[in-house]
């Protein structure tokens, strides 16, 4: 799959000094690929637009896995997070 062409967007998460972070775009209409920022030339993962938006309002309201609820983390604040 050729993905030199496609827009990728930082996770608004990596902040300033990079760190752990993935990119993500859309390849097509109900496409969204992601990658790890660190290894842009690495493998991707490819999911449906409905299951990618599934998985980011799990993420924001907090995820039931095996009956516990686990919380999103706290957003920080200052470079990359908010208030920047």
């Known amino acids: 799959m050729d993905l030199s062409n496609v827009k990728w967007i930082k996770s608004s998460h990596s902040g300033v000094s990079g760190g752990d972070c993935v990119e ?7 496409v969204v690929v992601v990658r790890d920022s660190k290894n842009p030339s ?8 409905e299951d990618w938006n599934a998985f980011l309002l799990r993420l924001k309201h907090g995820v039931t896995v095996r009956g516990r609820h686990h919380r999103p ?6 470079p990359g997070g908010v208030g920047s």
């Not at 993500?24 to 109900?30: E, I, S, Y």
């Open 24 to 30: 993500v775009a859309a390849l097509r209409p109900g």
């Open 73 to 78: 983390p706290a957003r920080r604040s200052g």
């Open 42 to 49: 690495g493998a991707t993962l490819s999911f449906t637009s």
